[in-house]
């Protein structure tokens, strides 16, 4: 059982690096490119967890986007699609920054 859970802890790991982005961390290295807010929140506390500066420093960049892409009225957008280059808000029963 111990062996599961080490290997199960350094593949979690693995995940956060290998979503690091210099925008942050993205939700799925193989399907999702978008920095959403929520996953990004999450991803958070098992990083700060680690004291790992890479993975510390990916924290960050997430902040520095949202904060830069956040609405005229300072709301968070659910997430960033850097590759249209826009912030994403859904207004309309928006549950994943709101």
Same mark, same amino acid.
């Given at each position: 059982?111990?062996?599961?859970?080490?290997?199960?802890?350094?593949?979690?790991?693995?995940?956060?690096?290998?979503?690091?982005?210099?925008?942050?961390?993205?939700?799925?290295?193989?399907?999702?490119?978008?920095?959403?807010?929520?996953?990004?929140? +999450?991803?958070? +506390?098992?990083?700060?967890?680690?004291?790992?500066?890479?993975?510390?420093?990916?924290?960050?960049?997430? +902040?520095?986007?949202?904060?830069?892409?956040?609405?005229?009225?300072?709301? +968070?957008?659910?997430?960033?699609?850097?590759?249209?280059?826009?912030?994403?808000?859904?207004?309309?029963?928006?549950?994943?920054?709101?």
């Amino acid at each position: 059982m111990a062996k599961l859970a080490e290997d199960t802890f350094e593949r979690a790991v693995e995940v956060l690096r290998s979503n690091s982005t210099k925008w942050g961390v993205r939700a799925s290295a193989s399907y999702y490119n978008q920095v959403w807010a929520r996953d990004s929140f +999450i991803s958070f +506390i098992g990083s700060n967890m680690l004291e790992d500066v890479s993975l510390l420093s990916t924290s960050r960049r997430t +902040i520095d986007t949202l904060a830069k892409t956040r609405s005229p009225l300072g709301q +968070i957008a659910d997430f960033y699609n850097p590759d249209e280059e826009r912030a994403e808000f859904g207004f309309s029963g928006a549950t994943d920054a709101s």
